[in-house]
């Protein structure tokens, strides 16, 4: 083996390994947290950071933000756009593409050119998108308040789903067209014109690519090249360095599984920007081959491919929003709930329990956070003669120690007063509440 | 030796992994009922397999050996002593020799292990028996490894509930909720017939669209009516904590997404009629006359699309006792609506009140003989896709609010009189909301509780709300004091914020209130 003019750094134990032994005594070594921080994203977008990736990539801003960062401090929405990652990126992109539609717009003005108006309306329909998104992308750092006590880590959730949704409905509204056009046959007109209007529109959305790619870190495909950057800017391509990076993207996946704080605003937003360039692409091929081959199909026919695409791309996105706000554990953690519930009931000083309702805590979305933690409600009966004010703290610590935060109501052994039907027969559960009366309200 | 410890990482992190995995299946049986019948059934199944063989003979055959043999898979970590101050290099050592073997094989300094595979009669055997080395769960059953768990408690909740398939669904559907699956599916045609109808006017098109919006909520409507056959839906689990029951919030999410969207596209649309004409001052366009002629109804007759349009939402709102279901969904407080209709019908209800105006407005144009011009066209269809845009963006902050785990106050949407912005900007500042604060301090002012820590109210779905609270109580209550306080708490909470009377909807909320005594 040649000369390795860098060894692999995450082995020097001070930084981002930790060694330790398992249970047998064998030698562990395994990636910190930190190491997942610098291999969870580099910026494709500003080559030089490729060099030290391994800061803390909070601090990673570009010369240009840098430079804009104090100028924005009279303006706090601004500045507190600019200061986060997500919402910096919407907000250039979407500085860039309102600049790129008034340019469009004023051309298409003076030179009574349709194509390039019509173009310019689409914009601006995209930078309403990303307004939503950026909105998304701020609120979700503001701090729970008594209207909304789980602040607004949903936020980002929802939008994404609406995305997700407003892509769908795109798309089905795009083959419904193509099919009309393929059926009546309908002549594409002004083929230059729209030739360079969507050659423009896809350097623009190639940018926003560049920069909203690789994003959504919770995807399957995306793993892959994040390893390959990540060699490539340290050029060592050897063979063990390469398994070493198997290995810690296999550690990384699980990471994110468990946090499952994949951000489904920004890969909401990469979506819509990906449909436009798709979208672009095709009517440029489509011209190129209507010049070369006079049929009128061929635009409907590639409108009506990137249709297909765009919609099956937006159905995983919605689908995984659609869980997260519907409050549905994940499998992972329901699991280990199954396994923690049951133990409750083996505290001293309970007899029951009833109406255990967990739900995920999304209210930290910073990086120091504790990832996973679940939040509830429950109600515990306390056995006679115990003390009520104990079995309180004795079940919060246990379930506190399994990250669990619930509100926690103690009620005495017999007590049948609340609504929840805990003392009414012993080890009852949660669904006895008339169900008449749940019907009525059908 | 240089890359050898990260050789090492690596490749320790392979055979190590499907360790920790079938431990909990074992040590737990009673946590899952099924995973319990089928370590069960599994256990009986050798045990009957000794049976028919002369068990004796071989147990006291495989007696000295075997118990070793036995016991290491699943205790060799606790029978070993911790070994911390072994050097990594020699374990490692160890672990590559065995790197690629079973799980449980893995380390093991002392080599009697090894002789008693090699030596054993286990090895004749293995050729004449399959699954041998199980056959000894029957010494592990007398000396009582695996015990019968202690009898627990069923489990308070059910982990999942099945969710219902297409075909489920449609078998547990009643002949009233049948027919309101045909009655959506006849709404869907009529907005079908209305979309192709519209033969280039902008207007109908736009009408179609609102048709169509009501065929999606009248179809969440059926959905919701069908789904609520199965108890996955209101019947909470650990997988869904509320049942399905939200999915109700999501789908009117979504919908007034397709709102939004729809008046976007006509908007768009509508511009580019506009530049089109305005372009067909160039010669070389010859698109003068494109939307004019386009769609022409006789004056004087009836047009059958908007009059299907009229009937269809009419029997969506009455027959079928549709409407109540569509307004449930469309829940979406617009004060000024139901101000200036003071209990109109459905007139309050603003979607069917849009649909109806516009197709009114367009069955009545050919009528009274009005020449349908152009720019009354794109008027007609601006009006619609401005008021689809408001009201689906209305909609969409009201669902939203929900999907956000809050709760939105609805009830003083009534008395407040404040425009829509204020409110919208109090909403997304998170300002005092007059009832929640009105009901906290409503609950502070009760003389056991000392101060109110935590509370957090949000409305989970339409029909159940949430109220969780902390609150700190003064000394020296007894049980029934607590009790007597827990459920007046609840009252309070239940009369202020869920709704009153003659609203149709009956929101309940599920309080929980967790006490402190002061100084803990």
Known sequence: MHSRPSLPPPLAPSSHWRTGSTAGGKPLITPTSENFKSAQYEPPAAPESHCHSHHSHSVERSKFTTLLLPATERWPIVHAILVEKDSRRIFYFMMLNFGFMAIQAFYGYVTDSLGLLSDSIHMFFDCVALAVGLFAAVASKWPPSERFPYGFGKIETLSGFGNGIFLILISVEIMFEAFERIIEGRETKRLGELFIVSTLGLLVNLVGMMAFGHHHHGGHDHGHSHGHSHGAGEHSHDHDHDHDHHGHHHEKKGHAHAHSHDNENMHGIYLHVLADTLGSAAVIVSTILTHFWKWAGWDPLASFLIAVLILLSALPLVKSSAKRLLLTIPEEIEYTL????PGISGLKGVAGYGVPKFWIDDRNTGEGAPANNLLGVMHVMAARGSDMDDVRDRVRNYLLDHSIDITLQVEREGDTSCWCGVGRSPLSQSISHNPTKSISIF | MAAGPSELGTSRLQPLAPLPLPTPAIVTPDEDPDAGAFFQFTFDNYDSRDDSDSTSAATSQLEPNNHAAFLHPHDASSLRPPTPELPPSMASEDGQAHGGASAPALKNPFNFQTQVISTSPVKSNIGQRRGHRYKHSSISAQHQFFQEPPPRPPPVLPASLPVPTLKEAWTSMQRDQRARLYWCCCHAAVAVYVFFSAEGSLAMTALSHLVFFDVGSAAVCVAVDVLGNFEVWRRSSIRHPFGLQRAEVLAGFAMSVFLVFGGFDLLSHNLKHILESVGAHAPHHPHVGHAGTARYVNPGTVDTASLAAVVSTLVSAYGLRNHGRIRRVMRVPLPYLTSILPGAGILANPFHFLTMCFSFLMLLLPLVSIPYFVWLDRVICAAIAGSMFVLGTRLAIAQGLMLLMSYSGQADFN?????????????????????????????????????????????????????????????????????????????VVQNRLGEGYGRGGNLRWEVTVQMNTDGN
């Open chain 2, 415 to 491: 008395n407040s009189g404040s425009s829509g912005a204020e409110k919208k900007t109090d909403s997304l500042v998170g300002g005092s909301s007059s009832t929640v604060s009105a009901v906290v301090r409503e609950i502070e002012s009760e003389p056991q509780v000392a101060r109110v820590d935590e509370a957090q109210f949000w409305q989970v779905h339409y029909g159940l709300a949430m109220a969780n609270l902390k609150v700190c109580l003064v000394r020296g209550s007894d049980d029934s004091t607590l009790s007597q306080l827990r459920s007046r708490l609840a009252r």
């Open chain 1, 338 to 341: 199954r396994e923690t519930l």
